[in-house]
């Protein structure tokens, strides 16, 4: 791997939450090869781990490709060095969300995230009305899939809070933490 | 058998028939089911830090001493990567730290496996064969990632048997195991339809008159959009989209209330009322 050129900090950081197995990176790109959504992503997998490792984080965390990954896991069933690039697409996510960083994208997991910490479980139906406000766009899939889901019986509105929450968001604020 | 059930939070809504078809799957079969006392969820595929993630699925585990059965394949996949991750010692003390107790050995199910091992001692049970029923079983991603599971995480055939065992006879298509893209469907409605689209057209060419799915997100793209695919290409589509469950519960003789088969978004009622047919013959 060539040296360090750039945010040391952040390589270690991203080294620190994706395992310091991804030093051993070869480039060799099968992780780009096996990503079903490579073909949507503006820097592939490989080139994630390239900027991770030489401290590009402007170029890493700007990437579109970061909030393309579908959590597959092809890559890490692949990948000949034993890495985990979907957990290093998730440690640039946490970097990101930890600097408060925002983007359309992002905000899905954002709520995601906040539902889990308030409610215990996800429902649907209110994560789908609150992604409408952070992205009123998705108003028309949000309504087909409404329309669709509706007449089965299939959309819950009723908050159904667990009793460990308080449990939930210590997992969340220490284990956060690192 | 008796086991710990971890529903999952789409059981609730989207993925009502999954629930209620695997309850009466499992109470045909003889499955004692428990469900998890206070069960959380997984964080799905949106916590991205990985730590969090092992401790949200940690929390689930350690509600029981029973084997843990689940559904849905993402919950399965990260209640899996948990198990795999608290091998680390490092990890297992940060993780252990959070939680009230630690958990020792904890054996994760997915309701495929459980069914498969009663019906490998015991396929007495299955009254209706599904005779020559065209079925492409549609893996997605986690049913078998991380690697080390229940099945190849590159050529699963697992569900190939099951549907031989119920006398239907697989189709094999070459997305069966392809990403359906559905975490990234809110914020990428369009790159996620082209892809399911070309899934549901993949398995139609091959043949299929029905598709077997074993997640509940892969369930609610490929069934609950495939109308707006469509009306979106203007052809008809009209593959039937089952659970697993639903398969199996079909060839069990429960009615279609049993399975929820009135919840799915393509009726699956035209292809049971064939398999009567030919049974009937």
Redesign the interface.
């Known amino acids: 791997m060539s040296p360090v050129k750039g945010d040391a900090k952040f390589t270690n950081e991203v080294l620190r939450?994706?395992g310091l197995e991804v030093r051993t990176c070869i480039q060799c790109g099968t992780c780009s090869a096996a990503c079903?959504?490579a073909h949507?992503m503006d820097n592939s997998i490989r080139r994630l781990v390239k900027f991770s490792l030489e401290g590009r984080k402007e170029e890493a965390l700007a990437s579109s490709s970061v909030?393309?990954?579908?959590?597959?896991?092809?890559c890490?069933?692949?990948c000949p060095r034993g890495i985990r690039p979907k957990?290093l697409?998730?440690?640039?996510?946490?970097i990101f969300?930890r600097e408060g960083r925002k983007d359309?994208?992002q905000?899905?997991?954002d709520l995601?995230?906040r539902q889990?910490m308030d409610l215990?479980?996800?429902?649907?139906?209110l994560l789908?009305a609150e992604?409408l406000l952070a992205?009123p766009a998705?108003a028309v899939?949000t309504m087909?899939?409404g329309l669709?889901?509706l007449p089965?019986?299939?959309?819950?509105v009723q908050k159904?809070r667990?009793?460990?929450t308080d449990?939930?968001k210590?997992?969340?604020a220490?284990?956060?933490k690192? | 058998m008796r086991l710990a059930y971890y529903p999952g939070c789409v059981s609730r809504s989207t993925g009502k028939e999954m629930d209620r078809s695997t309850r009466a799957v499992c109470v045909a079969l003889g499955i004692e089911l428990e469900e998890l006392p206070d069960w959380s969820c997984c964080g799905a595929t949106h916590v991205p830090n990985e730590l969090v993630s092992t401790g949200l699925a940690a929390r689930n585990i350690i509600q029981t001493e029973l084997p843990i059965m689940t559904p849905c394949s993402i919950c399965y996949s990260n209640l899996r990567n948990a198990v795999q991750r608290m091998e680390v010692p490092e990890v297992r003390s940060k993780v252990d730290a959070v939680l009230t107790k630690s958990h020792e050995r904890a054996r994760i199910r997915h309701v495929l496996d459980v069914i498969l091992e009663v019906l490998q001692k015991d396929d007495d049970r299955l009254v209706v064969p599904l005779k020559d029923l065209k079925t492409a079983p549609y893996y997605g991603c986690l049913l078998t990632r991380p690697k080390g599971g229940i099945d190849s995480p590159e050529f699963p055939t697992i569900m190939e048997g099951l549907v031989k065992t119920l006398k239907a006879e697989p189709v094999d298509f070459g997305l069966k195991a392809f990403c359906c893209a559905g975490p990234i469907f809110m914020p990428q409605e369009e790159a996620a339809a082209d892809i399911i689209y070309s899934i549901l057209k993949d398995a139609k060419k091959a043949g299929a008159e029905v598709l077997v799915t074993v997640c509940p997100l892969c369930h609610l793209m490929l069934d609950a959009k495939q109308k707006s695919l469509e009306r979106r290409h203007g052809e008809q589509i009209g593959i039937p989209v089952l659970y697993v469950t639903q398969l199996v519960g079909i060839a069990l003789g429960l009615g279609p209330e049993e399975l929820g088969l009135n919840m799915n978004s393509v009726s699956p009622m035209p292809v049971v009322e064939k398999v009567y047919e030919r049974v009937a013959k």
């Open positions: 939450l994706a079903p959504t949507l909030w393309l990954c579908t959590s597959c896991l092809l890490t069933v692949r957990v697409v998730g440690a640039l996510r946490d969300e359309k994208d905000a899905y997991e995601f995230m889990i215990g479980r996800i429902s649907e139906a789908s992604y992205d998705s899939q087909e899939m669709e889901l089965k019986g299939k959309i819950t159904d667990i009793k460990g449990e939930v210590s997992i969340f220490e284990l956060g690192g």
